[in-house]
């Protein structure tokens, strides 16, 4: 988007945030390495926050509630914020302080290891992001949002009912903590196992959600995932956590989120809450991905 001329500033944190400042941000794809010089600071309170901004919200789910603390001592009230995150909860968590929320479904395959390089693995856009106001409809700043993420050159549309695509996306991640913790070539059945149990609780809960045939029809073949030389792609984003000895990954509101509902209605989830739990317990340990194999992960699940 920076590139495209749009007035972008970044909010990073840590050596993530010195790298950038140093040496702009790294993006490396199947075509090619560049560095993109793009203002950065290491918190709202420097950014400059104006009335007529908007704020695009990419932690992880774990980490919303400091940055929305961060963000409201620093910035107007009335500030747009957009949730470009997996999950459902943080739509309503930014509900709560900003009065103007936006949901954002994202499919950007892409890798982060080391600060200041971001791998983008698809090509030749660099993923899609669907907007729309929340908890439903769409309106001049979901448009403008649109409109800039596809000057970006993102693929984009507007939604009355972003959040609904947000659930399908919910039910695609419940494999996320399976690959992190068995790695890919035995995380498959596990990750069947719990986007089921995520079918048969979002049933039981009235929750609306698009279908697969309505998630393979919007992709399309607008993502193309090519390898990039040297840089091998091994994981989604939370085996990249693990990775990356980050001490806190998002099964809490990934899996957890189906385990919560479960429980309001009465749907055992097993496999989501394990998953949850290990994952959990793997991150706070700073232990790498793939750590476990299929018979502990079952053993664990009696």
């Known amino acids: ?26 993006i490396e794809s199947a075509e090619g390495s560049r560095a993109v010089a793009i203002p950065v600071a290491t918190e709202p309170a420097g950014a400059g926050i104006e009335p007529g901004d908007a704020v695009l919200l990419a932690t ?10 961060a963000l409201r001592r620093a910035a107007p009230s009335g500030v747009a914020v957009a949730c470009l995150q997996n999950g459902v909860d943080n739509e309503r968590a930014a509900l709560r302080l900003f009065p103007r929320v936006y949901g954002v479904c994202v499919m950007c395959p892409a890798t982060h290891l080391e600060p200041g390089v971001v791998q983008q693995n698809s090509v030749p856009i660099p993923g899609m992001l669907d907007v729309g106001r929340y908890p439903a409809g769409r309106d001049a700043t979901a448009g403008e949002m649109s409109r800039a993420f596809r000057r970006g050159g993102f693929e984009s549309i507007e939604r009355d009912d972003v959040m609904r695509w947000k659930y399908r996306k919910l039910i695609l991640n419940l494999g996320n903590a399976a690959q992190a913790l068995v790695g890919a070539g035995e ?32 992709r399309a073949d607008f993502l193309q995932i090519r ?43 097993p496999v989501n809450d394990a998953l949850q739990q290990l994952a959990f317990e793997t991150a706070a340990r700073k232990m790498p991905p793939g750590v476990m194999s299929r018979a502990d992960f079952e053993a664990r699940l009696g």
């Not at 992880?60 to 603390?69: C, I, V």
């Not at 149990?197 to 309505?214: I, R, T």
């Open 1 to 26: 988007m920076a590139e495209a001329g749009e007035d972008v500033l970044l909010i990073a944190r840590g050596a993530h945030a010195g790298a950038i400042a140093r040496d702009g941000l790294v």
């Open 60 to 69: 992880k789910s774990q980490d919303t509630a400091a940055a929305l603390d």
């Open 187 to 218: 995380a498959a059945d596990v990750a069947k196992r719990a986007q089921e149990e995520g079918e048969q609780v979002l049933a039981a809960a009235g929750v609306d959600h698009a279908s697969a045939v309505e998630d393979r029809e919007r």
């Open 227 to 269: 390898e990039i030389p040297g840089r091998p792609y091994l994981g989604g984003s939370s085996w990249q956590s693990l990775q990356r000895g980050a001490g806190s990954i998002e099964s809490d509101f990934l899996n957890g989120e189906i385990g919560l509902l479960g429980r309001l209605h009465g749907v055992p989830t």
